[in-house]
T-cell receptor, first 117, second 114 residues
Framework: AQKVTQAQTEISVVEKEDVTLDCVYETRDTTYYLFWYKQPPSGELVFLIR??????QNEISGRYSWNFQKSTSSFNFTITASQVVDSAVYFCALSSGGTGTASKLTFGTGTRLQVTL | DTGVSQNPRHKITKRGQNVTFRCDPI?????LYWYRQTLGQGPEFLTY????????KSRLLSDRFSAERPKGSFSTLEIQRTEQGDSAMYLCASSDTGGHSPLHFGNGTRLTVT
């Protein structure tokens, strides 16, 4: 069975603060992929990043960075110098199985981020 | 790339009625997925197609639900004899056939069963 836990239901920060969204996952598969999606108020889920279980290198993309640690089964997401446009619900998701497997994602319950001026 | 398109955006129906939703995926994507999202929860996988073949269905998909993807292009999701518990956002997504490819989601169809 797979499970994704996002313990933070809602986070409020003031613009320009850094914020970290936590994600803990469970899977018995050795091959798996982790994803982060953003769901702004408009409702459409937007893909942010995908990492596979064999690559623990952290990744940075502009103000976004991701920290993947297999030892703690965590895949945390940090936004540096947050902006009002970052306000959204962020979902962590897991897809496991062989390398040709379709993306049947197991999502966490999401973290609502509110960035205010 | 015009994105994934879903129609209608909103549907209000009375309990016991049948409803049908449509999804048009990104044209070059062979895989098409249906997910359901209820308030305060993450999306839950329902089913997926590779071309016209429905390859997997979740246990969440009761006998009242049926999905089709004729000719491997657009897809429809039908719910028969709707129940109040079916009220949710129904999301369609598409991807290429690479393993664990990122999903591109549509805006969803919000169903309200009264």
């Amino acid at each position: 069975a797979q499970k994704v836990t996002q313990a933070q239901t809602e986070i409020s920060v003031v613009e320009k603060e850094d914020v970290t969204l936590d994600c803990v996952y469970e899977t018995r598969d050795t091959t798996y992929y982790l994803f982060w999606y953003k769901q702004p108020p408009s409702g459409e889920l937007v893909f942010l990043i995908r990492r596979n279980s064999f690559d623990e290198q952290n990744e940075i993309s502009g103000r976004y960075s991701w920290n993947f640690q297999k030892s703690t089964s965590s895949f945390n997401f940090t936004i540096t110098a947050s902006q009002v446009v970052d306000s959204a619900v962020y979902f962590c998701a897991l897809s496991s199985g062989g390398t040709g497997t379709a993306s049947k994602l197991t999502f966490g319950t999401g973290t609502r981020l509110q960035v205010t001026l | 790339d015009t994105g994934v398109s879903q129609n209608p955006r909103h549907k209000i129906t009375k309990r016991g009625q049948n409803v049908t939703f449509r999804c048009d995926p990104i044209s070059e994507h062979n895989r098409l997925y249906w997910y359901r999202q209820t308030l305060g929860q993450g999306p839950e996988f329902l089913t997926y197609f590779q071309n016209e073949a429905q390859l997997e269905k979740s246990r969440l998909l009761s006998d009242r639900f049926s999905a089709e993807r004729p000719k491997g292009s657009f897809s429809t999701l039908e719910i028969q004899r709707t129940e109040q518990g079916d009220s949710a956002m129904y999301l369609c997504a598409s991807s290429d056939t690479g393993g664990h490819s990122p999903l591109h989601f549509g805006n969803g169809t919000r169903l309200t069963v009264t």
